[in-house]
Each structure stands twice: as structure tokens, then as C-alpha cells.
């Protein structure tokens, strides 16, 4: 039986039939969740608000002493720190897109857009497109985020699309917004886009007519308080933001022995284990330990506050596949920007290359 993609809320028993069996994996998606507590996927309301209300709490003092202390010998110490507290506000709203933030839809979507809107996230278009991604990961076909060209494409790309796909990496979200990327065309703010169902189309409206109000205020606060002040205290932590945002994106996905697969040797638990855990060190915590991305892929709707267990549980069953890697990251992303540009033409699963000039 060949299956394209696994619906989000899907039963016990529909995982079973989605998840076939695989000759090479010795374990299914029953198996693994029966190791997992099942206090690990019910989400607590009052514990994600508190790290909602606990992110806000901390960019607002940010805020005020940056304000406070007003000195360009502080600024980029509060780009820094503002611009991961909005990727930590990021994950809030990721957790409510996943509707692993509570329970009740009508407060996932509330709270995704209070997290999302002021960082300039379209919720509803965003949560739709990405609910895809996790569908088909590791579907070379079908897969959403950051996933590879074959080399006949690669050779083919005009110089300009090479630099922005390769080496702007760490920008490509805002473009990726609106128009997608490497001919899958597709903006996440228009309702008619070819990404969502007709169903979906008035929540994408709502979403992006926040978007578009948070826009409508940067501009009044530019117009008031001065370029300068939008720069200083929103446009460059927003930027760090976005930076934060495709660097963890590119690690959990982009790495030389993580298999891409087509055709039938796709089925969505293989595509799950084709991700990685990081160790992002002591910012773990502060971006709700994002990096715990293995068990996340299969099992999205476990709150990010009890992915650690879930994934403690399922090591010792996945054995070999499942990776993880401890050296700094910064190292890994060296590695993999150099060495991951494109998967072979043929072959039903494949590895990233590297470009032909650095080839041994």
C-alpha cells in the first residue's frame, strides 16, 4: 500500500494502516507509542500559558532596559537577546499550530496569534503549509521545508537562485513566505493559494489581515518614533529572529547521512526518523528545547515541555535510527552548508552532495 500522507489527528488505528509495515524497521508507530507515558500527550493549559506569559514577561523587560540604559554599547547585546526571545515566541505559536498547546482549538488559535502576528508570522498560513511538511518528511516529492533539488535542477539554476538558496540560507524565510521556493509556487498570505482547501481559505484571510494590521503598525511607529527607533528596537531583533528560524529549521533537516526517499520506499514513519537532535547548550531552555526534533516528527501533538521524556522513552526502540548529535552546532551547520547542495537524479533513496568543486 503506498501512502502519500498521514492526516494530523489521525487514530491509533489509522497510524497502524498509514505507517505500513517496513522489512527494514523492526518497530511501528504502536510500538513506540506505547513506550511513551501517556501524561506526555496531553498538554496542560496552565503550563503553556505560563511559558507564553513568561516569554512576553522577558521581552518586555528587554524591552525596558533597553530602553532604560539607551546606549549603542547595549544594543547588540539586546538584538541578540530579543530576537531569540521572539524565536521562543515562535514556538509557542508552533506548539498552538500543532494544537499541542491545549486542548481547546478556540485558544490554540487565539494564543498562535498573539505569538505569531507581532513576528510577523501569518498563524493560519504558516500552521497549514507546515502541517504538510510534517505529512510528507523526507518525501523528495512532496515534502514542504527545506527540501533538496535533484542535481540536473542544481546545475540548471541561474547564479542568483544558487546564492539566494545556498548561501542566503539564513534569510530565506520572508521570501519563503511569499512566493516558496525552487518552482513550488505558493504565497501563505493569500486565501486562493494553490497551499490551502477552499475550508481553509477564511482562516487564512484572518490571519493575514493581522499580519497586515502589525505591518500598518511598524509603519505608524516608523513614521513617528523615526527609522531609526524601528530598526533599533524591532527591525534588527526581528532579523535575529529570522536567523534563529532557518538555522534550527536547516539542522533539524540538512545533514549528509539523513535519507531522502521517492516513490513507494516513502511511508511517513521512515520519513519521520529522517530529522536529527541538537544540542543548542543553554539556549535549549529558552527556545523550549526545540531541538528534541526526532519524537516532535512523530508524534507532533506532544507538548514541547515533554518531549525530553517521549524521547528517553523511544531511544532504546529505535536503536540506530534514531539520531542525535552532540557537538556544537555551529560546526554542524559548517558542515552541512558546505556539503549538502543536492540529491542524486535516480535512485529511490538518496543523500545530500556536495558541490562538485569540493568533492575529494
Known amino acids: 500500500m503506498q501512502v502519500d500522507r498521514v492526516p494530523l489527528g489521525a487514530t491509533d488505528a489509522e497510524f497502524s494502516t498509514y505507517a505500513r509495515s517496513a522489512q527494514e524497521l523492526s518497530f511501528t508507530l504502536q510500538d513506540l507509542k506505547a513506550a511513551i507515558p501517556a501524561r506526555c500527550f496531553q498538554p496542560s493549559t496552565l503550563r503553556s500559558l505560563a511559558y507564553f506569559v513568561l516569554d512576553l514577561g522577558i521581552i518586555a523587560a ?5 530602553h532604560a540604559i539607551d546606549t549603542w554599547l547595549f544594543f547588540p547585546v539586546f538584538w541578540l537577546a530579543q530576537g531569540t526571545m521572539f524565536w521562543a515566541l515562535f514556538v509557542v505559536g508552533h506548539d498552538c499550530g500543532h494544537g499541542s498547546f491545549s486542548r481547546h482549538r478556540w485558544l490554540n488559535t487565539l494564543v ?11 498563524y493560519h498560513g504558516w500552521r497549514i503549509s507546515h502541517r ?5 518528511t523526507g518525501n523528495i516529492d512532496t ?10 535542477t542544481y546545475r540548471a539554476m541561474p547564479w542568483p537562485q544558487k546564492l539566494v538558496r545556498f548561501y542566503g540560507a539564513l534569510f530565506a524565510y520572508p521570501f519563503y513566505l511569499f512566493f516558496r521556493s525552487s518552482g513550488r509556487s505558493g504565497s501563505h498570505f493569500m486565501p ?5 482547501r477552499p475550508s481553509e481559505r477564511r482562516d487564512v484571510l484572518v490571519s493575514t489581515l493581522c499580519w497586515s494590521a502589525m505591518i500598518l503598525f511598524l509603519v505608524w511607529l516608523g513614521l513617528t518614533q523615526g527609522l531609526l527607533f524601528l530598526a533599533t528596537y524591532y527591525v534588527a531583533p526581528y532579523l535575529v529572529f529570522v536567523a534563529w528560524l532557518d538555522f534550527v529549521t536547516f539542522l533539524h533537516h540538512t545533514e549528509p547521512d539523513i535519507p531522502w526517499y521517492r516513490g513507494d520506499e516513502w511511508y511517513f514513519l521512515k520519513g519521520a526518523l529522517s530529522t536529527i537532535d541538537r ?9 523550549h528545547n526545540i531541538g528534541t526534533h526526532v519524537a516532535h516528527h512523530i508524534f507532533l501533538g506532544i507538548p514541547h515541555y515533554h518531549l525530553k521524556t517521549a524521547t528517553a ?11 542525535c548529535s552532540e557537538e556544537p552546532v555551529w560546526k554542524s551547520f559548517a558542515r552541512s552548508f558546505w556539503a549538502c547542495h543536492y540529491v542524486a537524479d535516480q535512485g529511490s533513496k538518496v543523500y545530500y552532495q556536495p558541490h562538485p568543486s569540493r568533492r575529494q
Open 279 to 287: 544540542d543548542y547548550g543553554w539556549v535549549s531552555p529558552i527556545h
Open 192 to 196: 486562493g493559494s494553490d497551499l490551502f
Open 313 to 323: 522513552a523511544i531511544k532504546p526502540i529505535l536503536g540506530d535510527h534514531y539520531r
Open 143 to 152: 515534502d514542504e521545508s527545506w527540501y533538496p533539488v535533484d542535481e540536473s
Open 112 to 122: 498562535g496569534h498573539l505569538a505569531h502576528t507581532p513576528i510577523l508570522v501569518p
Open 132 to 136: 504538510t511538511h510534517h505529512a510528507n
Open 62 to 66: 528587554l524591552y525596558a532596559v533597553a
